[in-house]
């Protein structure tokens, strides 16, 4: 008798543990959903913050989340690599409370120190708190499109092809949003003596070449990136490709870290690159 009212004590045990885990993911569930139905609502001028590469430059990292924070933003969004090893759930733990700050929603896109594997995805999808799939995925605000994509998707690494390009394919609509932003880790183009060359979309120049004529096509205001340790920008066929990876990780070559701002106000879009020390290196307006 006392061998089954133990079993019935742990079955009911478990029971309540799988209710209260259940409960717990769908009240995170219905957080989320408030967040991106705020976003959604939003009118008028708004500004995100991006970052990117912060991995083991803590200091560095947090004095930009500290002055970024400043600027009242609406959003940020993480451009990748903010672990040092991919899966480490004591590197997660870390980060989250680097970045304990922010306190608006937080949008992380999957860098190569992240995810590399089926085991470190599913630690990514247990860390994260995201829209959709949670690898790729978009929100809105206003009447602005944002799209994160998965540069480093298992057996596609530095491609964007397959389901997620047919995803993609059936979500930039220009004649739906007024401003449509995509981030990706790995950048679409580089110089040949840049650190990562040949190491990211360029790899496949023809499958790269593609992605980027769509998204001319879909009148893409800009595309986001980090992997390389630097700040740059260039318009390529309209769009402009803005390299903002120096949250902190070593540099690479004369650059500087910082984060980006970016302020939209009906059809004026401003760029700011803002260092360490909160000087602005630079700033232009997309058209």
Known sequence: ??????????????????????????????????????????????????????????????????????????FFVHMGDNIIEQGNRNDWAHFWKLSEAIDVPFFLTIGNHAVDDKESETVWKEEVDLPGNELYYSWVVG??????????????????????????KRTLDPEKYDHQFV?????????????????????????????????????????FTGHEHKYEKRKMGGVWQIITGGGGQRLYGKTFCHFVAVTVDEDRVNVKAIDKEGVMRDEFIMH
Request: glycine share 4%; net charge positive; with cysteine.
């Open 183 to 223: 981030f990706l880790h790995a950048p679409l183009y580089l110089n040949k003596d840049a650190f990562h060359y040949g190491d990211s979309l360029d790899k496949y120049p023809k499958l790269r070449d593609d992605l980027a004529k769509f998204f001319e096509e879909k009148k893409v205001n800009a595309v």
């Open 1 to 74: 008798m006392a061998m089954k009212q133990k079993k019935i004590f742990f079955r009911l045990l478990l029971i309540c543990l799988i209710l209260l885990l259940s409960s717990a993911a769908l009240s995170t569930s219905k957080q989320l959903d408030a967040k991106l139905a705020k976003l959604r609502a939003h009118k008028g001028a708004y500004t995100f913050i991006v970052i990117g590469d912060s991995r083991g430059g803590d200091k560095i990292y947090q004095n930009l989340i500290a002055r970024a924070l400043k600027r009242n933003p609406d």
């Open 143 to 168: 009447k602005s499109l944002f799209v994160v994509l998965d540069t480093f998707e298992m057996d596609r690494e530095y491609k964007i092809e397959g389901a997620q390009l047919a995803w993609l």
